[in-house]
């Protein structure tokens, strides 16, 4: 093999106690480190950034285990295969895998899926394939139940998982009334995502009563992004048999008291049912999802927008500004350009 690429990496110096940022963050060069009988080393391409990674460096994450700090930073992505003692991976293959905020990783070969660049391109593979459009998928499909003519409302619909919400709602036949902060979300989840209405809920003092305008009939299905009061506003407008899919609670991550919801009530009252998941828990499905996910985009009826920051050393803002609503579109960073064969 040619000489070793230098590892560019991002350990946790510190955990955060609001919105993470750069003084969170330590960054190390080391030699990569040439693969062990079964290992792969790479070359980063894009890294997806999650608010849930906020949660992996706290002390007790809700989920997970936590980060120690010195520990590379937890976070997936796309690499392409630098050298491989791996079976069944060669050098110049397109992966996904947990690779952590490195720009060169060696990892076991059994933890890497290999892209399938028959259902996309390796950005479509961070974007219409990833990860937040399989966790909409299954959150949609599976937990909420979606039905043709159903009323739907999405929060976070500008957002990575959001705007999938969405498109496959509006696919699906359904009425998509979406939930999203500013004049320009709003915009683009109108008229690019082709939702029946928006909300800019930093526009309304009153959430509720904008609810009850922009959907008139109520709601059948609430896909939850945010959790806290928005939640609560949501519960008020509840068709009979309503599902409310508790897909994230972004709102209450970096809440000093947890918001209590108040209107649990709506809920019994309209025999409705709502339920949390978690998209890793539907791993063996993953193709299933992909699949349906690569013929929506491939005859253009479905997007998913991504907002690209180039360079690791971008990734500890990245992540701050899912919190402060500074995304417009699914976050990823691009840590190298040379992506291989597409
Ligand atoms: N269940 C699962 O397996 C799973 C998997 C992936 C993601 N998730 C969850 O899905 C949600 C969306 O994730 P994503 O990656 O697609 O992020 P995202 O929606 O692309 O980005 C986060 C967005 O959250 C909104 N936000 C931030 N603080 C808020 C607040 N206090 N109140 C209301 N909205 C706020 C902002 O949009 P606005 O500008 O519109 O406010 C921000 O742009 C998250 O809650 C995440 O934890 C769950």
């Known amino acids: 093999m040619q000489e070793l690429p230098t590892n560019h990496r991002l350990l946790l110096a510190a955990r955060p106690t609001g919105i993470p940022g750069p003084e969170n963050f330590a960054a190390d060069t080391v030699p990569a480190r040439a693969p062990d009988a079964g290992e792969v080393l790479m070359e980063t391409t894009y890294l997806s950034i999650d608010p849930a990674m906020r949660s992996w460096m706290s002390e007790k994450p809700l989920q997970n285990k936590n980060i120690s700090l010195g520990e590379v930073m937890r976070g997936g992505g796309i690499a392409r295969v630098i050298a491989s003692r791996a079976a069944g991976i060669e050098p110049g293959d397109l992966v996904q895998a947990r690779l952590g905020w490195q720009t060169h990783p060696t990892l076991n070969g059994r933890y890497l899926q290999k892209l399938d660049l028959t259902l996309g391109t390796s950005e ?160 063996d499905r993953y193709d299933e999802a992909r699949i349906w996910l690569a013929a929506r985009h491939r005859d253009s009826s479905l997007q998913q927008k991504l907002h690209v920051l180039a360079g690791l050393q971008q990734a500890p803002i990245a992540l701050g500004m899912l919190f402060r609503g500074e995304n417009n579109g699914k976050l990823v960073i691009r840590v190298s350009d040379d992506l291989g064969p597409r």
Not at 147 to 161: E, I, K, Q
Not at 199 to 215: G, M, Q, V
């Open 124 to 283: 479509d593979w961070i974007g219409p394939l990833g990860l937040s459009a399989v966790t909409a998928y299954f959150g949609l499909r599976d937990i909420g139940g979606l039905r043709r003519h159903d009323h739907v409302l999405v929060s976070s619909a500008a957002g990575g998982v959001g705007q999938i919400a969405v498109q496959i709602a509006r696919i699906e036949g359904c009425r998509v009334v979406g939930i999203a902060g500013g004049a320009r979300k709003c915009a683009f989840v109108a008229n690019e995502l082709g939702a029946h209405a928006v909300i800019d809920y930093k526009a309304e003092e009153n959430l509720s009563a904008a609810i009850a305008r922009a959907c008139p009939h109520g709601i059948d299905l609430y896909f939850d992004n945010v959790g806290g009061p928005t939640l609560d506003a949501a519960l008020e407008h509840l068709r009979p048999g309503a599902r409310i899919v508790l897909c994230g609670r972004i709102s209450q991550t970096l809440a000093a008291e947890s918001y209590g919801v108040r209107n649990l009530g709506r809920l019994s009252a309209a025999n409705g049912r709502m339920q949390s998941f978690l998209v890793f828990n539907y791993h």
